[in-house]
């Protein structure tokens, strides 16, 4: 059982306003993602990180931002929201291998007005 | 480079039948891992099985199966006896052996099982 957790898992906001989604992990995985899911549809890696002070962008162009600060803590930060941000934001992390198994959070839902 | 194929966009069934989704992967590398998610419709992926490209035996897990053909490049998942807590979205994905670059996914199979 995975122990990755994400906060706040729905949100609804108003367009302009700077939001942050949270995920933290707490199995010391050094490897952690972020993906942008229209519901059911295709995943999107929009951010990741290998390692403490290491981000990288993913394939899908975002206008989000990330840090990586602690290990085990890896924020998704949008300065602007608007309504195309409206989707379903995943945070996964893994181990360093890769025979390591990626686990996934429950999902942030957010909706922007 | 990496690519992961899923055909089936989109698959219905009756209960209790069976279900085969497919998944055909490229890469060049000789070792790699090949991973099965499933996401029901609380959102949440959960992890199903992973397989090194050195093994090629199939797998069983209960009601799931898995048949992995390297003459083929693919990574085949089967639901026999299909149950209505089937229904999903079913993501195969392949992972270079180093894992220095991230999991590459295919863009999934939606399965509908109808009771």
């Known amino acids: 059982e995975a122990d990755i957790y994400q906060t706040p898992r729905y949100l609804v906001i108003g367009t302009g306003k700077k939001i942050t989604l949270e995920c933290s992990q707490t199995?010391?995985?050094?490897?952690m993602y972020w993906y942008q899911q229209d519901p059911g549809m295709e995943l999107h890696l929009i951010h990741y990180?290998?390692?403490?002070?290491?981000?990288e962008k993913g394939d899908l162009s975002s206008e989000s931002t990330v840090s990586r600060i602690r290990t085990e803590h890896f924020p998704l930060t949008l300065e602007s929201a608007r309504p195309s941000h409206t989707s379903q934001y995943l945070c996964?992390?893994?181990?360093?291998?890769?025979?390591?198994?990626?686990?996934f959070g429950p999902g942030t839902r957010l909706t922007v007005l | 480079a990496q690519k992961v194929t899923q055909a089936q966009t989109e698959i219905s069934v009756v209960e209790k039948e069976d279900v085969t989704l497919d998944c055909v992967y490229e890469?060049?590398?000789?070792?790699?891992?090949l991973f099965w998610y499933k996401q029901p419709p609380s959102g949440e992926l959960v992890f199903l099985i992973r397989?090194?490209?050195?093994?090629?035996q199939n797998e069983i897990s209960g009601r799931y199966s898995w048949n992995f053909q390297k003459s083929t490049s693919s990574f085949n998942f089967t639901i026999t006896a299909s149950q209505v807590v089937d229904s999903a979205v079913y993501f195969c994905?392949?992972?270079?052996?180093?894992?220095?670059?991230?999991?590459?996914f295919g863009k999934g199979t939606r399965l509908s099982v109808i009771a």
């Open positions: 199995m010391g995985h050094d490897k």
């Open positions: 994905a392949l992972n270079h052996f180093s894992g220095n670059t991230p999991l590459v």
């Open positions: 890469t060049r590398d000789t070792t790699y891992y």
């Open positions: 397989r090194n490209s050195f093994d090629e």
């Open positions: 990180s290998y390692g403490v002070n290491s981000t």
């Open positions: 996964a992390s893994s181990a360093a291998g890769g025979w390591d198994t990626q686990y």
